[in-house]
């Protein structure tokens, strides 16, 4: 492993991470970055590193080329992780549960996740929509198909 980039904190920055560690309550990873922080300031290489944060050497790496370039804050910090968005809106999810409590097709029993993903591409509710979209989405609202009652009373 080779140093990409070079960590050089002044003492304010060291004295607010050493305070940081001590002080605040971080979660694991939040203390894993600045512990690593720490001792690449002190000129250790990326493999003692590893063996003393327990960190992957592509973590230090990353941390390492981050602080380089876009300074301390950004370093000290975490990436906000937007996830996914949602594959179907309100409307859609409506429509779909709506086509699952109604008859199942000629030749079927029951609506399986298959046949409503297809339903749905059909009558143009969604572009496209995987069967476990779908199967997620009935999980969600707690539908049953295999009820004979599919309404809000269960008589």
Known sequence: MRQ???????????LELTQRLHRDALTERQRRRL???????????????VQASGASASTVERLRQRFARDGFAAACT?????????????KQEALIVALACSDAPAGHAQWSAGLLANRAVELEIVESVSESTVRRLLKKTRSSRGRSSRGASPK
């Open 4 to 14: 990409t980039a070079f960590v050089r904190l002044t003492e304010e920055q060291r």
């Open 35 to 49: 512990h690593i922080l720490l001792l690449a300031d002190q000129g250790q290489t990326d493999a003692q590193i």
């Open 78 to 90: 975490e990436k906000s992780r937007s996830g996914a968005p949602a594959k179907l809106d309100g």
